[in-house]
């Protein structure tokens, strides 16, 4: 069995043979180097879908700790009365806005207000701006503009550590009598 | 010379940092000078905040994943402590709702509160014996010590970072003007444990008319002028502290003296928040849902949400509160509630802030006795009482005094012509407008013009801001409130007479310092002499007063437990090295009192005829044990 080191992918004999190329011939020193990269790039596992998603579980995370998120799309509301889908309603409101307010800064993607009449110039940004409606002839383009879009300005999400599985989104609670 | 002065707002409730480079010459901006402090808000996850919440929870080993609760200065192995393991802030405070019996909280409350032995470890308060526990003196320092490593982490990294660290930097420490010397004390160990070796406290009500006068810049002398008396009304998470400041004038400049200080009220923001939760939760009770008591402190989240809404905009009639379900059943077994205008006004505005005359006093016996264990909460909500008793008391006491930088004689309680609200209570606007209403009314009856308001800075951090530009102030710029000791200090010496079973020997007061004692001076020897036992410990009875101004050094008062004026502290004691003595021996001394540069008052014995100095040690164990 290999002795993987748990960064590079690389094995422990493979290092060690580089170390000797190493301490046997400085000059040799770069392309170890690169050969180091090249082998890390070659034998590196596909990081698991929840390390490359971890900050979107996190997010998620949050949304349920601060506003109940998971608990409230889960379950079924076609059961409940306004009354009671309006109070755990607040709940998620009022803790899923902190999480947002504490994680992102947002702007709209139009400065314009909604209803008021706005022109897309040529060469305009196909991601900010969406065209609908009779949507031919050449920019630029008169409209009305129905919604202003939302772009994130600043993201201020924490760093995720690699101890905790980022697949629990909350914890069971167990209360001792 | 230190590079910065770090003001710390140690607070019940919260901690805050600010920083003023001591190298400008010029008044710093308003937007570079808070820290944000990493805490852990979640296993896990480390965010920064302005406000570090005083609360320290004492985890077990298994309780939480391994490394979720390290913070960035720990990667590199350096824990705080090995015992009582425990972390503080917002996830302290979150999850402590779910474990009461391992959250350390108002551990300053427990720092001023002579009726128990604040060096031991008590907290958390009624924890089962399995947790351990730790003294109020180690909590503070770990909230300290978490500031000081957020502030090194922030800026002593690198090159010559050691000597940017808050160890080198000077650090001033408040504490609320009603802290006794003890407290005080108490509050420098704790930061001596922190690693903070340059520490001077300051008065919170002090702090709070600096962050005023920084925010007021040039415009502060058009706003105050000579004759002026500030009332600086500072209600804090979990107390409410009164100062008075006097504004003189000497040779064109303007200068501020502090008059006198109240004394100490365990009554604060907190308890309005639970207040309201009570209230509603007896409303929940009567219609049949009970909560538990994670859901009741969400239930006092829920109010404090309300409470802000309500206060924020007078046309709301009534705001909702929707109280989580603890299990994953959220639709259905979440329980609405709504805080309306009449409930806030009756519980909080007329609860708190009563309208009533200048005469009345606070029901229940202000803290002279020292035979509670449990936190003294204040008998009586009501903050305007006590406002009320503070005026005439401070008036009794300046009317006799001989020396008045303004005029106040003859008036049957002390005229404040201006007011600074301090602490996260007065972002309520209506609660302001009521104080200033009640003051208002007892000036008119009195003949006197209204008082003024002087607009605050921001009301969560002015004391950590107003500390750090002390620390600026205190290297010559600025104008420095000049203050003292706000007490007088008494030894108290028995009268020898026969025993009678069940009485107590009478005391008598000796005065060792007086009113008004400056940092850095010490007060002349009293005539009186003390045998003390070598080897032995000796102990005195030891009292303050906050209204007799003009006692002075070596006189002696009959009865100081009779009345009002003299408080009971803890006791004092010392114990004389018997090294080169012989043990049992008589010693004859004299007591001598000094307050130190650092603001904390020294009682010494000094051998009469001789060389011998020991110092007195403000006991902070309970009385008799």
Redesign the interface.
């Known amino acids: 069995m290999d002795v993987q080191n748990p960064t590079d992918g690389t094995t422990f004999f493979e290092r060690l043979g580089l170390g000797f190329k190493v301490a046997f011939n400085a000059a040799f020193a770069s392309e170890v180097k690169t050969g180091l990269k090249a082998l890390a790039a070659a034998k590196a596992p596909k990081p698991p879908p929840e390390r490359i998603h971890a900050s979107g579980l996190?997010l998620l995370?949050?949304l349920q700790?601060e506003g109940?998120l998971i608990?409230?799309l889960?379950?079924d509301?076609a059961e409940?009365s306004d009354?009671?889908?309006?109070?755990?309603a607040?709940?998620?409101h009022?803790g899923a806005r902190k999480v947002l307010d504490?994680y992102f800064d947002f702007e709209p993607a139009a400065k314009e207000a909604e209803g008021s009449p706005i022109t897309v110039p040529a060469g305009f940004d196909a991601q900010r701006i969406r065209l609908t409606g009779n949507v031919a002839g050449q920019p630029p383009f008169r409209g009305t503009l129905k919604h202003h879009g939302w772009v994130t300005r600043n993201i201020r999400l924490?760093?995720?550590?690699d101890?905790?599985d980022p697949r629990v989104i909350a914890p069971a609670?167990v209360?001792l009598p | 010379m230190p590079h910065y002065a770090l003001g710390i707002d140690l607070g019940t409730t919260n901690c805050a940092l600010s920083f003023y480079d001591l190298t400008l010459e010029r008044p710093r901006s308003i937007h570079e000078s808070t820290l944000a402090i990493p805490q852990i808000v979640?296993?896990?996850?480390?965010?920064p905040r302005l406000l570090l919440p005083s609360f320290l929870y004492l985890y077990s080993a298994q309780e939480f994943?391994?490394?979720?609760l390290?913070l960035p200065w720990e990667k590199g192995g350096r824990h705080t402590t090995d015992r009582a393991p425990g972390f503080a802030g917002e996830f302290a405070r979150a999850h402590g709702v779910?474990v009461p019996a391992r959250l350390v909280a108002s551990a300053k409350s427990w720092l001023s509160h002579g009726g128990a032995d604040r060096a031991s470890a008590l907290l958390p308060w009624q924890a089962p014996p399995e947790v351990p526990r730790i003294s109020p003196v180690e909590a503070s320092a770990r909230y300290l010590a978490h500031l000081a490593s957020a502030w090194d982490h922030a800026h002593a990294q690198g090159k010559g970072g050691a000597e940017r660290a808050a160890a080198a930097q000077e650090v001033i420490l408040t504490v609320p003007a009603s802290f006794d010397a003890a407290a005080r004390e108490l509050t420098l160990q704790a930061a001596t444990q922190a690693g903070l070796q340059n520490v001077i406290l300051l008065e919170e009500p002090q702090a709070a008319l600096y962050a005023w006068i920084e925010a007021a810049g040039d415009s502060f002398r058009k706003q105050v002028r000579a004759g002026d008396v500030i009332l600086v009304v500072d209600v804090g998470g979990g107390t409410t502290d009164f100062s008075l400041i006097a504004v003189t004038e000497q040779g064109g400049e303007l200068q501020l003296a502090r008059l006198a200080v109240g004394d100490h009220i365990l009554l604060g923001g907190d308890n309005m928040d639970l207040a309201l939760a009570h209230t509603l939760n007896q409303e929940l009770t009567a219609a049949g849902k009970k909560l538990d008591s994670w859901q009741f402190a969400s239930l006092t989240y829920g109010c404090r949400?309300a409470k802000e809404a309500l206060f924020a905009d007078p046309k709301l009639k009534k705001s909702?509160i929707?109280v989580?379900s603890?299990g994953?059943?959220?639709?259905?077994?979440?329980?609405?509630t709504e805080l309306n205008r009449e409930t806030l006004t009756r519980v909080l505005t007329d609860g708190f802030m009563p309208e009533v005359a200048i005469t009345e006093l606070p029901q229940g016996a202000r803290r002279t006795g020292l035979t509670q264990i449990a936190l003294p909460y204040a008998q009586d909500p009501g903050i305007t009482r006590h406002l009320a008793a503070f005026l005439t008391r401070q008036a009794r006491a300046l009317a006799g005094s001989a020396e008045l930088p303004v005029p106040l004689r003859g008036k049957a309680f002390v005229h404040p012509t201006a007011v600074l609200f301090n602490g996260g209570v007065f972002k309520a606007g209506p609660l302001k407008e009521r104080m200033l209403a009640v003051v208002n009314r007892w000036l008119a009856e009195d003949g006197a013009e209204p008082v003024k308001e002087l607009q605050g800075a921001d009301l969560d951090l002015a004391v950590a801001r107003g500390a750090a530009y002390y620390g600026w102030v205190r290297h010559g710029h600025g104008v420095r409130i000049r203050g003292g000791t706000a007490r007088s200090y008494y030894v108290g010496i028995e009268s020898p007479m026969p025993a009678v079973p069940g009485f107590e020997p009478p005391v008598k007061a000796l005065c060792v310092a007086p009113f008004g004692m400056e940092e850095g001076t010490q007060a002349d020897v009293p005539p009186q002499e003390f045998g003390l036992v070598v080897g032995e410990p000796t102990r005195f009875r030891f009292f303050a007063s906050s209204v007799r101004r003009d006692d002075k050094v070596g006189q002696m008062f009959d009865d100081p437990l009779y009345g009002d004026e003299f408080e009971e502290l803890a006791p004092i004691e010392t114990t004389l090295p018997s090294d080169s003595r012989e043990p049992g021996k008589l010693v004859p001394v004299n007591l001598q009192a000094a307050i130190t540069e650092i603001g904390t008052l020294e009682l010494r014995c000094l051998e009469k005829g001789g060389e011998g100095r020991w110092k007195l040690e403000l006991n902070v164990r309970m009385k008799g044990d």
């Open positions: 996190f995370g949050a700790r109940r608990d409230f889960r379950q509301v409940f009354e009671e889908v309006g109070a755990a607040r709940v998620v009022a504490q924490p760093d995720i550590p101890s905790l609670e209360e | 979640a296993p896990g996850t480390v965010e994943p391994e490394g979720s390290a779910k949400q909702p929707a989580p603890r994953s059943a959220l639709i259905g077994g979440t329980i609405k």
